[in-house]
């Protein structure tokens, strides 16, 4: 029987249809049907499974689309993981504090792995690319999030960081442990 741990914590500066892990969590719309960015790149680099299965997912229970801060798994497709997680990250406001749903993505994503037994996980930065959210408070609120959580059977945490700005942020976040 596995104990409950807060997972190790890793930063990889790098593609994150490149991982080789149990999950990959994608930044999502909330169509499913993917997009630009890290969805497009996991729609692309996966193949028309995971696009078959989002589709099923929208007529079957997610017809309006899947909410903010939400979580919902899928195939991998050709991705060198088991299951793609789509979350919906939340548009960044300077005039409403949306943190919570931020963080949401975060703790469901990772709840949602351990139900399907992964235990390495690689997470993009969740709404800072078009949806605006400030890279540093980003970093923070996923580093928080996740140190936070006890979810066995997850082992291991990627936070897959495309470019050396957000790698710093991270990094920097990550050294004062949230």
């Not at 930063?11 to 999502?28: E, M």
Request: hydrophobic content about 45%; overall charge neutral; charged content about 20%.
């Amino acid at each position: 029987m596995s104990t409950s741990v807060t997972p190790a914590v890793r930063l990889v500066r790098g593609d994150i249809t490149d991982q080789s892990v149990d999950v990959i969590v994608n930044a999502a719309n909330s169509s499913l049907l993917g997009g630009g960015g890290v969805d497009g790149a996991i729609h692309r680099r996966g193949g028309p499974e995971i696009l078959a299965a989002c589709r099923e997912l929208r007529a079957s229970q997610y017809g309006k689309g899947l909410a903010t801060g939400r979580a919902v798994a899928t195939t991998a497709g050709r991705l060198a993981a088991r299951w793609v997680i789509h979350t919906v990250g939340p548009v960044f406001s300077g005039a409403q504090d949306r943190s919570a749903l931020l963080a949401s993505c975060y703790r469901e994503s990772l709840h949602l792995a351990a139900e399907l037994g992964a235990r390495s996980v690689a997470f993009p930065a969740i709404s800072t690319g078009i949806y605006g959210w400030p890279m540093d408070d980003g970093a923070r609120i996923a580093v928080r999030t996740v140190l936070a959580e006890t979810v066995a059977p997850v082992e291991e945490v990627r936070f897959v960081l495309f470019d050396a700005h957000a790698y710093v942020e991270f990094e920097e976040v990550l050294a004062m442990r949230g």
